[in-house]
C-alpha cells in the first residue's frame, strides 16, 4: 500500500512542474485526494460493501469536484491535474502512467448494462474537456485533444482532435490533411452571400427607379 502511496506521489512531480514540494502535493492536489478516496472506496466496492463504498465516492467528490464510480479499475499513477470536474465511469479501466486533465469524462452513450465505459491505455493522455463515451479501448501512449468527443476505438500512438473525434497522427505521421488553421467558416460563408444577394436585389430596385422615372 505504501508503495503505491508513494508512487500516486511521484506522479505528481513527474507531470507537474508546479509540484513544489512533498507537503504540498499531500495536501493541495485534490487529484491525489480522488485518487486515495478511489482506492478505498473501489477496494469496498469489491468486497460487495456497495453503500460504503458510494458514501466514500460521494465524500471524494464534494471535496474534489471529481466524481469516480468506485467500480472504476484504476491502475498506477494515474494523474489528474486541475482534476475538477472529471467524471469517470462504473465499467471503465484505466492503465498505467495515464494523464487527465480538468473536464474529462470517460462515460457512456446510454442504459446498456454491461461494459459501457471505455478502456484506457496506458501512457494516454485526455486533454482538457475531452469525453471518451462508450465501450472501446483507446490504445497505449495516445493523445485525446482538448474538447474532443471521441465515441470510437483509438489505435495506440494516436493523436485525436475534433467532434466526432478523429485520428489526425499515427506513429507520428499525420493521416489527415485537412488544414485545421484554415477551415472555411460557414457563419462567414452564409453572410458573404446574403450580402451579394442584397447587393443584387439594390441594383435591381435601382434600375426599376431609373426606368420609371425616364417612363
Not at 472506496?41 to 460487495?48: E, N, S, T, V
Not at 474534489?64 to 475538477?84: K, N, V, Y
Request: positive net charge.
Amino acid at each position: 500500500m505504501f508503495r503505491t502511496i508513494r508512487s500516486d506521489i511521484q506522479a505528481v512531480f513527474d507531470n507537474d512542474p508546479a509540484a513544489r514540494n512533498l507537503l504540498e502535493v499531500i495536501f493541495t492536489y485534490s487529484g491525489l485526494h480522488a485518487v486515495w478516496f478511489h482506492r478505498i472506496a473501489h477496494w469496498l466496492y469489491i468486497h460487495k460493501w456497495y453503500t460504503f463504498a458510494r458514501i466514500f465516492s460521494q465524500i471524494s467528490r464534494f471535496f474534489t469536484g471529481i466524481e469516480i464510480h468506485p467500480g472504476a479499475r484504476i491502475g498506477q499513477r494515474l494523474f489528474i491535474d486541475h482534476g475538477m470536474g472529471v467524471v469517470i465511469g462504473e465499467t471503465c479501466e484505466i492503465g498505467d502512467d495515464v494523464i487527465l486533465y480538468q473536464g474529462v469524462t470517460l462515460g457512456g452513450t446510454g442504459k446498456e448494462k454491461g461494459k459501457r465505459h471505455p478502456t484506457i491505455g496506458n501512457h494516454v493522455v485526455v486533454s482538457s474537456g475531452a469525453k471518451v463515451l462508450g465501450s472501446f479501448t483507446v490504445g497505449d501512449h495516445s493523445i485525446i485533444g482538448a474538447n474532443a468527443v471521441v465515441l470510437s476505438e483509438v489505435p495506440p500512438n494516436c493523436t485525436v482532435v475534433g467532434i466526432p473525434g478523429k485520428v489526425v497522427k499515427r506513429d507520428g505521421v499525420r493521416v489527415n490533411r485537412l488544414d485545421h488553421g484554415n477551415l472555411p467558416d460557414p457563419v462567414i460563408d452564409i453572410c458573404k452571400q446574403l450580402q451579394q444577394q442584397i447587393g443584387e436585389l439594390q441594383q435591381k430596385l435601382e434600375e426599376q427607379k431609373r426606368k420609371n422615372g425616364g417612363a
